[in-house]
């Protein structure tokens, strides 16, 4: 069984862009759950996602915002790049049930914003 | 509010040595604790889980103990190898406004030859 895919592995945008993150859960998993990770605040929750509606929501400001497709896939976008939005974005599925409950992460895509 | 404490932050042992993560919530209706290994340049790995109906939960070399009494979970490694060596995370579901999993700060575990 393939695992949670994440694209691209790695971006380098400038700040005041905008950005768009992938991910692919795992085949039959239907809830989907983004992370932020850096050094300073560590793994922070910013939404989760189950058939295509968010279920929670992190606290992150509004240029944060995701979706979910009928397939499950999510994406996660970032509206006017901040210095402070470099850091490593962890997208995580889950099967049905309680959120977080058994939860595979991707191997995460490495923003940086210059 | 919602937290998750985790101690220590790093952790040094001797091959074949025991470690032991500790961690404690806040949120006494939690029920769901796991805990995450991640390496350099991936992301975190589920490696061992427990709920709260349950006191212990062990998988081979790891084992994880709960006592939701004192509200602290811990992390049980035996027999530490050197790929043992990662960042390990513990986590709580925290239930009110919402489910949400909140993680612990990480421990860096070295393991020594």
């Known amino acids: 069984k393939a695992g949670v895919t994440q694209t691209p592995r790695y971006l380098i945008k400038t700040r005041g862009q905008q950005v768009t993150l992938s991910c692919s859960p795992i085949?039959?998993?239907?809830?989907v759950s983004w992370y932020q990770q850096t050094p300073g605040q560590g793994l922070q929750f910013l939404f989760e996602?189950?058939?295509?509606?968010?279920?929670n929501k992190g606290n992150f400001p509004g240029r944060f915002s995701g979706r979910q497709f009928s397939n499950s896939r999510s994406e996660m976008n970032v509206s006017t790049l901040e210095l402070g939005d470099s850091a490593l974005y962890l997208c995580a599925s889950s099967p049905d049930g309680q959120v977080g409950t058994e939860a595979f992460f991707g191997q995460g895509t490495r923003l940086t914003v210059v | 509010g919602e937290n998750v404490e985790q101690h220590p932050s790093t952790l040094s042992v001797q091959e074949g040595d025991s470690a032991v993560i500790k961690c404690t919530y806040s949120?006494?209706?939690?029920?769901?604790f796991p805990w995450y290994k991640q390496e350099l340049g991936k992301g975190p790995q589920l490696i061992i889980d427990i709920r709260s109906n349950v006191g212990e939960k062990k998988d081979q070399r790891i084992a994880v103990t709960l006592n939701k009494t004192a509200k602290h979970f811990s992390l049980h490694i035996t027999e530490t190898q050197p790929e043992d060596s990662a960042v390990y995370f513990c986590a709580a579901i925290f239930t009110g406004g919402g489910n949400k999993l909140t993680f612990g700060t990480g421990t860096q575990l070295k393991v020594e030859l």
């Open positions: 085949s039959g998993h239907r809830s």
């Open positions: 996602y189950f058939s295509e509606t968010q279920r």
């Open positions: 949120d006494s209706a939690s029920n769901y």
